[in-house]
């Protein structure tokens, strides 16, 4: 589980030292707690939410700016280097169109895209209504898709 709060911290944060300090407090956090854990719903959605809280007070006590990196994985096994340049250029592009998505719908996507969580895990670690985390991911996943179908359509009218 550590590596999938640290991804979303730093994801939050876009800074490993960060990232790993919020990290590290939420995991001592949660140790200290160990006596509650049976009365939990998820142990997972509790640190999950305990880390975003964490790096929110961050940014917020420190006006942190972060720098919008993302942390889409590229995928490559197995292909050959046209595809596997193709498909880094893609998800690099991805990751700008995430950056301009208001930040619910960037949080909602990355839970769900990038670290498998399901619509009640997202509802319950954002703290939001299961319909708004559809509303949040359909927005996110149409706002990608009408951008990038945007940009082919210039790349073919250039041709």
Known sequence: MKDKLFRFALRLLQNV??????IQDVMA?????????GRWKSLEAYCMTATR?????RIRKQHYR???EGAIPVTGGGQDPLEQMMSKEMTGRIRQIMAA???NQQLVMHLREVEGFSY????EVLNISLDQVKVNLFRGRHAIKKTIIMEEGL???LK
């Open 66 to 68: 972060r720098e919008r």
């Open 155 to 157: 790349w073919n009218k």
């Open 101 to 103: 998505l208001p930040e």
């Open 120 to 123: 009640n895990e997202i509802a």
């Open 17 to 22: 030292q960060e990232a790993e300090d919020v």
């Open 53 to 57: 809280n964490q790096c929110i007070d």
């Open 29 to 37: 956090g949660v140790w200290v707690r160990r006596e509650e854990w």
